[in-house]
């Protein structure tokens, strides 16, 4: 007899055939869900190599004894301890951002996370807790999804680690920041991003990986590492999706 692991195989195998698991930025078919075909996994701006310990920005080179930083990270103090992300803001790299930031292209969040996950793998260590940047509440109902939400859920049902997707708050609208230099990016954030009242105890003394869809300045981040470690949080790292390069 055919036991039910067999028959739930053997429909998932029907299903399969009859719906081949598409790539999820062309859409051509491919080997498994959440995949990307051949020409587009090329084609999109994953990091490697040499990298800021700071923000993940690629730099030229080869990677030293010690961490190196971004002209950037020098010039600016970063509240948080490492970063990194998974591919710059450009190409197929801005084409999935914008898929799944307002696109509603919320599968997007599975396939992510998996890339996030090999980029951070250094951040993750330590047993973190996963905490998604905040959207306002007049955003989040606009957009309808926390886009930051969605990937934090997915990395941590991915590495196992816990998620506390509602530990952080944007206690008032910042509006877009799109258009801002960087004086003008961090004065919008100032003090617009707390840790919800009752939730201080989560993250006390623990080491937390803030995650978001793409950093730009940095100003975002660190408003929530900030408001983190007020709280009392030991430690704060950050993971982006994708990072805004100034060569990408």
């Known amino acids: 007899m055919i036991g039910l692991s067999g028959v739930r195989a053997g429909a998932q195998a029907v299903i399969a055939a009859i719906y081949p698991p598409h790539c999820v930025n062309c859409n051509a078919i491919v080997g498994h869900e959440g995949a990307l075909c051949g020409p587009c996994w090329r084609d999109t701006p994953f990091i490697t190599g040499l990298v800021c310990d700071l923000c993940g920005t690629p730099l030229p080179g080869e990677a030293p004894k010690g961490p190196v930083h971004c002209d950037d990270c020098l010039k ?53 807790l996963i905490v998604p940047v905040p959207l306002h509440w007049r955003r989040l109902f606009q957009r309808r999804y926390n886009q930051s939400a969605l990937l934090a859920r997915a990395l941590a049902a991915r590495t196992g680690l816990a998620c506390c997707p509602d530990l952080l708050q944007r206690r008032r609208f910042t509006g877009s920041q799109d258009g801002k230099g960087i004086e003008a990016r961090f004065a919008n954030l100032a003090s617009a991003i707390r840790v919800a009242p009752g939730r201080a105890a989560l993250s006390r003394c ?34 982006a999706l994708a990072r805004v390069s100034k060569d990408g």
Request: glycine share 12%; with cysteine; proline share 2%.
């Open 76 to 128: 600016i103090a970063r509240p948080w301890t490492r970063g990194r992300a998974a591919m710059t803001y450009g190409g197929n790299g801005r084409r999935l951002v914008l898929g799944l930031k307002h696109g509603d292209r919320t599968d997007l969040a599975r396939a992510a996370a998996g890339w996030m996950a090999t980029a951070g793998a250094a951040l993750l260590q330590d047993d973190p």
């Open 206 to 239: 623990r080491v937390i990986v803030l995650v978001d869809d793409v950093m730009t300045s940095g100003a975002t981040f660190a408003a929530c590492a900030e408001a983190c470690l007020a709280a009392g949080t030991a430690e704060v790292r950050v993971l």
